[in-house]
């Protein structure tokens, strides 16, 4: 019998494996390898021939995460002998246990036994622990682009929205020369309620109003119109739903990367995956709750601006966009917030998938089936509702920060004013340079003059330097209007070379 376990050891190496065998394992590996690279390039030419600079960002993080992750895997392989061989006190190994039933037969495992002790971590709990990561990371990825497209698809109803802001119609509804109530609007009927005033009651009705068309018509209107008057000049023709899809697309660049303190998380998900702590009863129920919360918050900044704005208005309503609104007066927090939900809700559906694949449906991890109901449908529900209801508000709310984001424009027209910027600097040098050049002559000359005569007339001189103004914006200074012509112009090229193409 030990005959026979040894020769299935060495049946497993490479000594008496046939060459064939591993040039095909070898080649097969290699050739997808290449393929997931060229189609990675594609899809980065796709996005900069498209001018999705947001988006070939977001790739390339991607790209970095997997790299991250092919050396932790090496670092893994390299060290799971000399980490399996590290013993413990058994009492110290049965502590924490995710099961409480063990069996191991690893080698290593024997040497510590001939001690009294266990090991730290076995060569297949570290093997297992690599496909436990690879797993994490693809459902990580996987969370996001489902999310964020979801939440796209929703904000496409948006284009029609915007369409309808350059009708007669909107411009006759929404006719500056009219006086009205604030409570006579349609954005001021929607929200000015009984409850509004009172704290205990507005913060239950915006929970719920979430789960009913949580971004109205009028909601889109009334915010454009606040953040176009704070930026921009009145009756600017300012496309606000591609900037919404633009500052978006830059914010999946942050939340698809995995940063160092969703790591630290990650090791505080498998601590409390421990048996004694029953976490299926609670962390499978903790992405819903903040999901909810933060909903319930960007509903409520809704109905604060509302609030806020004053009781008579001239045209449409105007809210005001102010960072006290947010939580610690920073929008971006809602953001992170959004990004360890998704990161959380797909740790759940990642470990429930690797420990389905690696120990069966019947796991000691899911013996219940409530415990197997509730991980798949609170996954579910986080990812639908992350998507399709609190990613179109935070993208719509975040814009009433006070300060706009960088997507307010396109990638090319941000160089452009980037290069002008830099052009404007460096001649505003050389006319200072000039100025000073021209100063020093003529003081020289004064000095020269001055001296000349004081000898034949008086003893004191006076010297009046020559003074000069600049204008730092030039004799024609960039226009609200042109910059947004120059906008409407790139995304005309960008759409007329897709065409062509």
């Known amino acids: 019998m030990a005959d026979e376990e040894v020769t299935t ?8 494996t046939p060459t064939w065998a591993v040039a095909t394992v070898c080649f097969i590996l290699i050739l997808l390898s290449i393929i997931l690279e060229h189609l990675l390039n594609l899809l980065g030419k796709h996005f900069n021939r498209k001018r999705r600079k947001s988006l070939l960002q977001a790739l390339d993080k991607i790209k970095s995460e997997l790299m991250l992750l092919g050396f ?10 000399p980490i399996a061989k590290i013993c413990i006190p058994k009492s110290v190994g049965e502590t924490f246990l995710p099961c409480t039933e063990t069996s191991s037969d690893a080698e290593e495992e024997t040497k510590c036994a001939e001690q009294g002790m266990v090991s730290f971590l076995s060569r297949q709990g570290v093997e297992e622990l690599q496909y436990l990561i690879f797993v994490l990371a693809f459902f990580h990825i996987l969370s996001c682009v489902l999310t964020f497209s979801l939440g796209m698809a929703k904000m496409k109803r ?3 929205w915007e369409a309808e802001t350059k009708t007669l119609e909107y411009q006759f509804l929404n006719d500056p020369r009219r006086f009205q109530l604030s409570h006579q609007t349609s954005f001021g009927k929607r929200h000015l309620k009984f409850w509004s005033d009172h704290r205990f009651l507005r913060w239950p009705a915006c929970f719920f109003r979430q789960f009913f068309h949580s971004v109205y018509k009028v909601d889109y209107f009334t915010l454009r119109h606040g953040f ?8 600017t023709n300012f496309d606000f739903q591609k900037y919404i899809r633009r500052a978006l697309e830059k914010d999946f660049g942050v939340v698809v990367g995995i940063s160092w303190w969703i790591w630290i998380f990650t090791v505080f998900f498998l601590f409390f995956n421990a048996h004694v702590f029953h976490n299926y009863m609670w962390l499978p129920f903790f992405p819903l709750v903040m999901l909810l919360v933060v909903g319930t918050k960007l509903q409520g900044i809704i109905t604060m601006m509302c609030l806020e704005s004053p009781h008579v208005v001239r045209g449409p309503l105007l809210v005001k ?4 609104l947010f939580w610690f007066g920073k929008p971006k927090l809602l953001l992170h917030l959004i990004h360890f939900i998704l990161y959380q809700n797909s740790f759940q559906i990642a470990f429930f998938t690797w420990t389905w694949y690696k120990y069966g449906f019947r796991s000691c991890f899911h013996k219940q089936n409530e415990d197997i109901i509730i991980r798949l449908a609170m996954g579910v529900v986080v990812q639908i509702l992350g998507g399709y209801v609190t990613l179109p508000l935070y993208a719509l709310v975040t814009q009433m920060g006070t300060s706009m984001g960088q997507a307010v424009f396109t990638e090319s027209v941000a160089e452009g004013l980037k290069k002008w910027r830099a ?3 460096k001649n505003l040098a050389m006319e200072n340079t000039n100025h000073l050049s021209y100063a020093t002559t003529s003081l020289d000359t004064s000095l020269d003059t001055s001296l000349d005569t004081s000898l034949d007339h008086s003893p004191s001189f006076t010297l009046a330097a020559p003074s000069f103004t600049l204008e730092r914006g030039g004799p024609n200074p960039i226009s609200d209007s042109e910059i947004v012509a120059l906008e409407n112009e790139d995304e005309e090229q960008v759409n007329g070379k897709g065409k062509k193409r």
């Open 228 to 235: 176009i008057m704070a930026h921009f000049t009145e009756g």
């Open 72 to 81: 932790v895997s090496l670092l893994l392989t390299v060290s799971q002998r």
């Open 158 to 160: 948006w284009e029609s």
């Open 321 to 324: 966009p102010n960072d006290n």
């Open 9 to 16: 050891t060495l049946e497993t190496t490479l000594e008496l």
């Open 423 to 425: 052009k404007a600097k």
